[in-house]
């Protein structure tokens, strides 16, 4: 009986000893807190404790992401594109500055502009349509745009960090090197629509064409060109930027964000900032392709270049052939190379341009 008496207390013993190794169960703490001489006070620190905590029993600091925000909150935070009062403030002394800078150096710029090459191209022609081309742009509105930038009136996390540094005279710097770089132009999207609509068997381009040079006055939409210039040159020294040649999926976005009622600066500072969401406002999506599709296949004019490809060379010009039935005289422009479309012909932005009726002179839509 001493021996049965024996085996069941260390039988029981030895069940104890289990329980007492046993895991928590599913609602008890992870772990207690090493080093705490009480288990039953580790029990009642969290897993989420602040590591170090002298004291376990200290309020817990709780993550801002945790934190829930209050009623309301959500209605009065900054929607993107809606620049704060500090900022409009900043940007209207900047613009004061940019105007009392002395005019960009292209050489200075050249030297400032290397950062700029990683998304923008050594030369401001990207190849990345996520990124705007600069070259050929006027040095005022890329200087514009970098104060924007600056003041956080235009929000964009990826270039604030580089403009913040920048001097007035820097951003005019820059604004001179890009702007005496040749710009390249892309080709423009000669598919023809299929969707019902208006626009139904129109190329997409010539869809573009037509708003871009004519608008549409029915919708209160006006003819980009009055303000960009016939050729996409836009205007030197204004707040109308150059967009010949641009990125079609960069113009696409910003058309589509003008449209949302983005706004940079105000009518203070910028009379013409309301410019472009009210005249986005109505475009349809297939109008907004199809206008950023033109913009990119626009060549700009070049007037050297025109009549350099109109004048024939010495080694060009031959004897005139007496045996032929017509002849030509030398230097005179062929029908196929001079002549120009007719009233209401439709010239492809893809090939090079006739010279406009009327040069360009010489904000934001980037």
């Known amino acids: ?29 992870v772990a207690a807190t090493p080093g705490t001489a009480d288990p039953a006070a580790s029990q009642a620190v969290p897993a989420t404790a602040t590591p170090g905590a002298a004291d376990p029993a200290a309020p817990q600091v709780v993550p801002a992401a945790a934190t829930p925000a209050a009623p309301g909150a959500a209605a009065t935070a900054m929607v993107p594109g809606t ?15 940019l105007l009392a800078a002395k005019p960009g150096d292209d050489e200075a710029g050249a030297a400032a502009a290397a950062p700029c090459a990683a998304c923008h191209g050594l030369d401001g022609n990207s190849v990345d349509p996520l990124y705007p081309r600069l070259a050929g742009q006027s040095e005022w509105f890329i200087a ?23 001097t007035p005279k820097q951003m005019r710097d820059l604004g001179a090197y890009f702007s005496k770089q040749s ?31 004519g608008g549409d006055m029915a919708r209160g939409i006006p003819a980009c060109m009055a303000c960009h210039g016939p050729t996409g040159s836009g205007i030197p020294g204004t707040a109308f930027p150059r967009l010949t040649g641009q990125h079609a999926g960069y113009v696409e ?11 940079y600066g105000d009518p203070e500072d910028n009379p013409n900032a309301p410019i472009m969401p009210a005249v986005a406002k109505d475009l349809t999506d297939l109008e907004i392709s199809a206008l950023a599709t033109y913009v990119e296949g626009l060549h700009a004019f070049d007037p050297k270049a025109s009549v350099a490809a109109l004048t024939p060379s010495a080694a060009t010009i031959k004897e005139p052939d007496t045996t032929a039935a017509a002849t030509t005289a030398p230097g005179a422009a062929t029908q196929d190379s001079a002549a120009a479309p007719g009233p209401g012909a439709t010239a ?7 010279a406009p009726a009327s040069t360009d002179g010489g904000d934001p839509a980037n």
Request: proline share 8%; net charge positive.
């Open 1 to 29: 009986m001493k021996i049965m008496a024996t085996l069941a207390a260390l039988a029981l013993a030895i069940a104890l000893g289990v329980a007492a190794q046993a895991p928590a169960p599913s609602g008890a703490p």
């Open 144 to 166: 514009r745009q970098l104060l924007l930038f600056k003041t956080g009136v235009r929000q964009n996390a990826l270039m604030q960090p580089f403009a913040v540094p920048l």
């Open 183 to 213: 710009g390249r132009s892309g080709i423009a999207d000669e598919g023809v629509v299929t969707a019902a609509g208006p626009h139904l068997g129109k190329k997409l381009y010539v869809v573009g064409e037509q708003l871009y040079r």
């Open 348 to 354: 492809s932005p893809n090939a090079a341009p006739q």
């Open 253 to 263: 976005q910003r058309l589509e964000r003008y449209r949302a009622g983005e706004i």
């Open 83 to 97: 620049p704060s009062e500090a900022a409009l403030d900043a940007a209207r002394s900047g613009s004061a500055e």
